[in-house]
């Protein structure tokens, strides 16, 4: 059963900083993409970032480049989302998933939310202005 449990989100003032991390237990951390959506109230669940099994290939939203960072550490079992310069629009709750099939790259893959199986409960985010 894998299980996806996600941390470190909380009030920020805008221009501010968050890192959220998502440690993940039940299969082979390593095979899998991870990736983190977020859902504000009225809207869609959306692709934020995404990292590759290999951490070869990135995907991030338009609204978020030059200011999220994804990583993840395999000896851990843990993907991370450093969120700097906080803005307002980007509160919302933030989920983690984890990828559905083995050793996926594609980056058109990576942002697209039929391609995980398994997601974490949430944490929310709050910036304020």
């Known amino acids: 059963q894998v299980q996806l449990v996600e941390s470190g989100g909380g009030l920020v003032q805008a221009g501010g900083s968050l890192r959220l991390a998502c440690a993940a237990s039940g299969r082979r951390f390593s095979r899998y993409a991870m990736g983190w959506f977020r859902q504000a109230p009225g809207n869609e669940r959306a692709a934020v970032a995404a990292?590759?099994?290999?951490?070869?290939?990135?995907y991030y939203a338009d609204s978020v480049k030059g200011r999220f960072t994804i990583s993840r550490d395999n000896a851990k079992n843990t993907v991370y989302l450093q969120m700097n310069s906080l803005k307002p629009e980007d509160t919302a709750v933030y989920y983690c998933?984890?990828?559905?099939?083995?050793?996926?790259?594609?980056?058109?893959?990576?942002?697209?939310?039929?391609?995980?199986?398994?997601w974490g409960q949430g944490t929310q985010v709050t910036v304020s202005s």
């Open positions: 990292i590759s099994w290999s951490a070869i290939t990135i």
């Open positions: 998933a984890a990828g559905r099939a083995q050793f996926v790259s594609d980056y058109n893959r990576l942002g697209n939310p039929n391609e995980y199986a398994y």
